[in-house]
């Protein structure tokens, strides 16, 4: 398996689709490149960040479960050129920030954030 060409779309479950996408257009600065009833689509890069509505998500993951609960279990990492302006960027446009900026002891200088359904980003250099 080839897998170079890197990663094509993340898919991320939301009970509130209208929330989570206006989110994501303040947090991103990005209009929805697609959308319909159920999801809404921004583009990271070559990456596609798919919101998917959580009544529609068991036909994508069916027999799985759709998950619960508070705790987090992911994070997603975006690289940028410069994680002061961009948690300034992120903070005027009335993004919560959950940590940094601050220098981690592997290297890079990170901040993180998260989305109205939990779901954790991290900006870093």
């Known amino acids: 398996m080839d897998v170079s060409?890197?990663?094509f779309a993340i898919t991320l479950v939301v009970e509130d689709l209208e929330e989570t996408k206006a989110f994501y257009a303040r947090a991103f600065?990005?209009?929805v490149a697609f959308e319909d009833a159920d999801s809404a689509v921004f583009r990271v890069g070559a990456t596609m960040v798919n919101l998917l509505r959580s009544t529609a998500a068991p036909t994508l993951i069916d027999p799985a479960p759709i998950g619960s609960?508070?705790?987090v279990r992911a994070v997603y990492t975006v690289q940028v050129?410069?994680?002061d302006g961009a948690a300034a960027q992120l903070q005027a446009a009335g993004v919560a920030l959950l940590n940094g900026p601050m220098d981690r002891p592997w290297g890079p200088r990170t901040v993180?954030?998260?989305d109205p359904a939990g779901n954790v980003w991290e900006l870093a250099r």
Do not use: H, K, N
């Open 5 to 7: 060409a890197g990663l």
């Open 29 to 31: 600065g990005q209009e």
């Open 69 to 71: 609960g508070d705790g």
């Open 81 to 83: 050129d410069d994680v």
């Open 112 to 114: 993180s954030f998260r």
